[in-house]
Structure formats: structure tokens, C-alpha cells
């Protein structure tokens, strides 16, 4: 069993940065691939970046790309998700996501695990 805890979240001015982390209880959190997932009130839940095993391989949604960057630290088991230049489209409760699957996918149904969420409010 994987458990995810997110943190980080919170109010940012538009234009702001915020750095989301995610903290996997598990020894095996190398071997899992990690995906940052949001969803907003009213809206479906909604791909946000993810990530290989190693750290090697990323993905983006094309609305945060060159703005969001995902990482990860294996030997600390944390994700990270590094939010610059925010926009008010990107309030949400940001949910951080863990896949046993080798290759890093954008569709949910793919992950295994889900963290609570952590609430990202933007003001203008």
C-alpha cells in the first residue's frame, strides 16, 4: 500500500510561484512512475504533469507546459511540482498520483494511488 500526502498548496497571487510537494510512505517509490493530477469545482479532474521512475522522463498538459516543472528526489521520496508564473485557470486541488506501471501515462485510470489533495487558490 502506497500513501500519499500532498503539501505546499495555498494562496498565490496570479503571476506568483508555489512549489506543490507529495511524500510517498514507501520504500518502493523508485519503482513507481508519478503523475500531478488537479481538478477544479465543477470541472473534472484533469492530467497536470507526470513522470518516469527515474526522473528521465516527463509529460506535460499543454496549458502548464514551460510554466509547471514536475521532479522528483527517490532518495527522499518526494514529488515535486514547481508552479511559476500562475494564472487564475489554475486554482484547484492538485492531487499527486502514483502508477506501478513502467511508462508514464496522462489518463487517470492509470495510477494505483492518490494522495487527499492540496488546495491551490489564485488570486488576480
Known amino acids: 500500500q502506497v500513501q500519499l500526502a500532498e503539501s505546499g498548496g495555498g494562496l498565490v497571487q496570479a503571476g506568483d510561484s508555489l512549489r506543490l510537494s507529495c511524500a510517498a510512505s514507501v520504500r518502493t517509490f523508485s519503482s513507481s512512475s508519478m503523475g500531478w493530477f488537479r481538478q477544479a469545482p465543477g470541472k473534472e479532474r484533469e492530467f497536470v504533469a507526470a513522470i518516469s521512475r527515474s526522473g528521465s522522463g516527463t509529460n506535460y498538459a499543454e496549458s502548464v507546459k514551460g510554466r509547471f516543472t514536475i521532479s522528483r528526489d527517490n532518495a527522499k521520496n518526494i514529488l515535486y511540482l514547481q508552479m511559476n508564473n500562475v494564472k487564475s485557470e489554475d486554482a484547484a486541488v492538485y492531487y499527486c498520483?502514483?502508477?506501478?506501471?513502467?511508462?508514464?501515462?496522462?489518463?487517470?485510470?492509470?495510477?494505483?494511488?492518490w494522495g487527499q489533495g492540496t488546495q491551490v487558490t489564485v488570486s488576480s
Open positions: 498520483a502514483a502508477s506501478q506501471l513502467r511508462l508514464i501515462y496522462r489518463e487517470a485510470k492509470w495510477y494505483d494511488y
